[in-house]
């Protein structure tokens, strides 16, 4: 049987969380607000709008319409410059290995992430070609945990939500397959995932056995 298996990027496929906090880091100092990794863990999922607002409340600062955007876009540019250097050697352990698979067995593949860098990080390590459906930051008007972005990737797939797997690494986008009536697959810390239907380290623990029980399902 045909199922629609999406993947979210940061965390998932890639990890540049990494290059988030080197940059969001940048901009909150510059403001004069202390950023820790355990702030940025909080980040992960989270659009890039929200991302500031929730650091200008945590340093509790006030700022312009204006600064907010011209802020949003010096953050963007500093992350750019990271992904531009980006290669096949990010993809996440194993990642190639299942998007082959499931390629192989004629199931339907999509992206659904909520950075609207998503096409340009895919190009720059040569996934792109691997997805039937790229749903990204561009593409939504909602943030997860609004299931809006797999629901909208289940349609462009083809394929009814009931029959579609999400691969996620963030507790919101966990809570977003959940309820778009999805499978959820938990990559990560089980201790922060427990909602997820399933949880794995990374693609190394997951099996083409459990793979064909998913779509046989
Ligand atoms: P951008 P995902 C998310 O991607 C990241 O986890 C999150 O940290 C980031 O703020 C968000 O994308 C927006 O990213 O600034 O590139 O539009 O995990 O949903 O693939
Ligand atoms: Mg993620």
Known sequence: ????????LDGVIVDTAKYHFLAWQNLANSLGISFSEEQNEQLKGVSRVRSLEKILEWGNKTISEEEFTRLMHEKNEEYLNYISKMDTSEILPD???VLDYLMKEQQAIALGSASKNARIILEKVELKNK???IVDGTNVSKAKPDPEVFLIGAQELGISPGDCVVFEDSVAGIQAANVANMISIGIGDPSVLGEADYVFKDFTEIKEEFINNLVSA
């Open 95 to 97: 990642v190639p290995r």
């Open 1 to 8: 049987m045909k199922k629609g298996f999406i993947f979210d």
């Open 131 to 133: 997805f039937h459906a």
